[in-house]
């Protein structure tokens, strides 16, 4: 799995896996369905999560679901910051990634703070992938954050 030394990380579950630049390391997680990563240098984080989705051959009924899933996420964060002033969250685009019916956001934290979210609801399954960089311009956290979602595949 995750190890401090490597030039890349390789995260690898449930017939999913997706490879992170640099090292990373796997922080501890009371859930057994997230996975926290961190950088080596600390200035980003990945939150890999999985859960129950609904799951239609329907692919209307698909695009649906993924539309209020990533409605729920994408309000989540705004929650989580609500105390941030200067607050950006860009407006949800749908599509298809790694085969799968897809939906994605990103915003701005404050001046230093980026982030930027990543739903693929996959056969009965609902990944979400949340990355955040710290101190980083916006053009290498966007390039790092989509380095990593273009390396998402699955098995199969």
Excluded: C
């Excluded at 085969?99 to 009965?124: K, Q, T």
């Amino acid at each position: 799995m995750a190890h401090w030394k490597q030039r890349q990380t390789v995260f690898a579950e449930y017939g999913l896996w997706l490879t992170m630049p640099g090292a990373w390391q796997l922080r501890p997680s009371d859930d057994p369905h997230r996975w926290l990563f961190r950088s080596a240098d600390h200035r980003e984080h990945l939150t890999i999560s999985m859960a129950e989705a609904e799951y239609t051959r329907n692919a209307d009924e698909r695009e649906a679901a993924m539309r209020r899933a990533l409605a729920r996420n994408r309000r989540a964060a705004e929650l989580g910051f609500a105390r941030v002033t200067g607050l950006s969250i860009t407006e949800p685009e749908f599509g298809a990634r790694a085969g799968a019916v897809a939906g994605w956001y990103s915003g701005d934290a404050g001046s230093e703070h980026r982030f930027s979210a990543l739903l693929l609801n996959i056969e009965g399954a609902l990944w979400s992938f949340f990355y955040e960089a710290f101190r980083l311009p916006a053009e290498e956290a966007n390039a790092r954050a989509e380095t990593i979602y273009s390396s998402i595949g699955k098995k199969g």
